[in-house]
């Protein structure tokens, strides 16, 4: 691992500290493997974020057992036990992180809250609130009180969860510590109360931030549109021009949403074409499927396939699925043409790839126009290619 290179265990620990805290987290795993003196915990404590940076999970195992042999077990400083369980919460390494938080003969806010967003983001949302609840228990966490980022992390649980019982507890929460205000949590809870249906609060909690940022009118507008109130997301995108901020692709992708969904096609389209050329926002995958899917709704075809033209061509995988997904439809009422069809041709060929969801939808859509063969051509290279269709899943509170 080491080679010879001029200098003391200090300079190599400045100079890796300074690469891992600027960002350069490769140039500061390289410094580490040229060190040319014995690493100290304080090294090691530099470098670990570098290590959660780049998801090196073999490294950061590697390190804490390097300082396990040399120290003779856990409890070598606290520091440098919440570097290791930062690299195992970030790689998703749940189990070694749990193993090694509840082995930690301390644990400060950082520790708590590296375990609840390592839960939270790993598609372990019960247990990130377990995790929460367990530290109130624990009388703050041996002394430290959650923070924002705790609570932050709690919520994106309670976010994916659905539960608004859950979401309104961490808001009397943060309320009463005073962390409400901070914008962090407020954006936080904005996300929350949108994914819990419950549209109103989220716009009480933007209305009563002190201060608010693109982040926060992104996701109050995305409350609107998730929520179908499309009317009131476009008021906020008027008032939002008002003040002066700048919308992003996140805002536009709000208001597209809102319109495809309430069934406004002329002004879904108005919206794409002026977030390009009078916002400067180049439309991304996202919005070109809004914009078709506002147009599939409608049986615009002349505007569905104008959009599809403009659509670069990476794109066009996002075509495919849309018109799979409203051929029938419109075979039905007696417009569909024949452009399809070479989307169709495309992806048997093997020029398109596509997710579990579009394989389904071609080999239904071409079943249904009778083109057997090609149906079971479609559904026997997703046997072959082991791509499966995820089931759709929505959460309700009862």
Request: glycine letters at 10%; one cysteine or more.
């Amino acid at each position: 691992m080491m080679t010879h290179s001029c200098g003391d265990v200090v300079s190599w620990t400045k100079r890796i500290s300074a690469l891992a805290r600027s960002g350069r987290a490769a140039e500061a795993v390289a410094a580490f493997a040229r060190m040319d003196a014995a690493p100290n915990a304080l090294t090691l404590a530099s470098v670990l974020p570098a290590c959660a940076a780049l998801r090196n999970l073999a490294l950061g195992r590697a390190i804490h057992g390097f300082w396990l042999r040399r120290c003779g077990g856990h409890g070598a400083g606290l520091i440098l036990d919440n570097a290791v369980l930062d690299v195992y919460a970030k790689c998703g390494a749940l189990g070694s992180a749990r193993r090694l938080f509840d082995g930690m003969p301390e644990r400060d806010v950082r520790s708590w809250t590296t375990m609840a967003w390592g839960l939270a983001r790993s598609g372990n949302p019960h247990d990130a609130v377990a995790m929460f609840r367990a530290m109130l228990s624990d009388g703050g966490g041996g002394g430290a009180a959650p923070n924002e980022a705790t609570v932050v992390s709690v919520l994106h649980a309670a976010a994916s969860t659905g539960s608004l019982a859950c979401g309104k507890l961490l808001h009397s929460y943060a309320l009463k510590k005073g962390l409400a205000g901070e914008q962090v949590v407020g954006n936080a809870l904005i996300n929350t109360y949108a994914k819990c249906g419950d549209a109103r609060m989220a716009f009480r909690v933007f209305d009563e931030l002190p201060e608010r940022d693109l982040i926060s009118w992104g996701a109050v507008t995305r409350a609107m549109a998730v929520n179908g109130r499309c009317r009131e997301a476009q008021q906020l995108f008027s008032l939002m021009l008002r003040r002066g901020v700048r919308p992003d692709g996140v805002v536009f992708l709000a208001l597209l949403s809102a319109c495809c969904h309430a069934g406004l096609v002329d002004q879904t389209l108005l919206l794409l074409d002026a977030m390009r050329r009078v916002y400067g926002v180049a439309p991304t995958k996202e919005h070109y499927t809004c914009a078709l899917d506002s147009c599939g709704r409608a049986g615009r075809l002349e505007k569905f396939w104008e959009i599809a033209r403009q659509m670069p061509g990476e794109f066009d995988q996002k075509a495919l699925g849309v018109y799979c997904s409203y051929v029938n439809e419109w075979r039905a009422r007696g417009v569909a043409g024949g452009a399809g069809e070479r989307l169709w041709e495309r992806f048997l060929a093997g020029e398109l790839d596509a997710g579990g969801g579009t394989y389904a939808l071609t080999s239904n859509s071409l079943a249904d126009a009778g083109r057997w063969e090609d149906a079971r051509a479609v559904r026997e290279r997703m046997t072959a290619r082991k791509i499966i269709k995820t089931s759709a899943c929505t959460w309700i509170e009862v």
